[in-house]
Nanobody
Framework: QVQLVESGGGVAQSGGSLRLSCQASRAIFGLNVVGWYRQGTGQQREMVALLGDGREKNYAESVKGRFTLMGDGTKKMVLLLMDNLKPEDTGVYYC?????????WGQGTMVTVSS
């Protein structure tokens, strides 16, 4: 069974930077790692950055101009470069993929931004 393995995250000060990485544990036909969601304490999970069907990049308004989503062309990994971090970026970040019409999720990685 394929898994999405996340790394990165941690603690940063406001205005700082962090990088998140997500890679599929193995290659399988039809797998597409598409991007990141996040969930703050007591909040619903929300989209942060996603690759569209044409590999176009879609960002939440709150992160536009600060976060950059990158894929490596294999559809098995994505990077999220987070700059100018704000305390409201704090939360658990989840990598998302799809395979055979089914959603796959990583285990989540914590990002904490202190003011």
């Amino acid at each position: 069974q394929v898994q999405l393995v996340e790394s990165g995250g941690g603690v940063a000060q406001s205005g700082g930077s962090l990088r998140l990485s997500c890679q599929a544990s193995r290659a399988i036909f039809g797998l597409n790692v598409v991007g990141w969601y996040r969930q703050g304490t007591g909040q619903q999970r929300e989209m942060v950055a996603l690759l569209g069907d044409g590999r176009e990049k879609n960002y939440a308004e709150s992160v536009k101009g600060r976060f950059t989503l990158m894929g490596d062309g294999t559809k098995k990994m994505v990077l999220l470069l987070m700059d100018n971090l704000k305390p409201e970026d704090t939360g658990v970040y989840y990598c998302k993929g799809t395979v055979a019409g089914r959603d796959l999720w990583g285990q989540g990685t914590m990002v904490t931004v202190s003011s």
